[in-house]
């Protein structure tokens, strides 16, 4: 089983900038979509980007033109570029398959406040 360790998360004030990574302890290529996710206190977790295996992305309306997604096969990894953050990203932030069928790893938090 593939196993999901996301990092990169920490405080970021808003208008800020971070980058979250995802490492697959197998391989992801097999895997067409790869998906970033995010669970905010008190609300379900929902998908807020979306790359295939050629790069392709889908994004949230919420996050779109500010998030950028992009993924290395080679070195099983995804990443999340993420520009101009609001207080409303605020959330855990998960990488998965979309649909999500890996198990869950234990997120990374991300914070926007000033």
């Known amino acids: 089983q593939v196993q999901l360790v996301e990092s990169g998360g920490g405080l970021v004030q808003p208008g800020g900038s971070l980058r979250l990574s995802c490492a697959a302890s197998?391989?992801?290529?097999?895997?067409?979509?790869m998906g970033w996710y995010r669970q905010a206190p008190g609300k379900e977790r929902e998908l807020v980007a979306r790359?295939?295996?050629?790069?392709?992305?889908n994004y949230a309306d919420s996050v779109k033109g500010r998030f950028t997604a992009f993924r290395h096969n080679a070195e099983n990894t995804v990443y999340l570029q993420m520009n101009s953050l609001k207080s409303e990203d605020t959330a855990v932030y998960y990488c998965?398959?979309?649909?999500?069928?890996?198990?869950w790893g234990q997120g990374t938090q991300v914070t926007v406040s000033s």
């Open positions: 998965n398959t979309d649909p999500a069928y890996l198990t």
């Open positions: 790359i295939d295996r050629s790069g392709n992305t």
């Open positions: 197998g391989n992801i290529f097999r895997h067409n979509f």
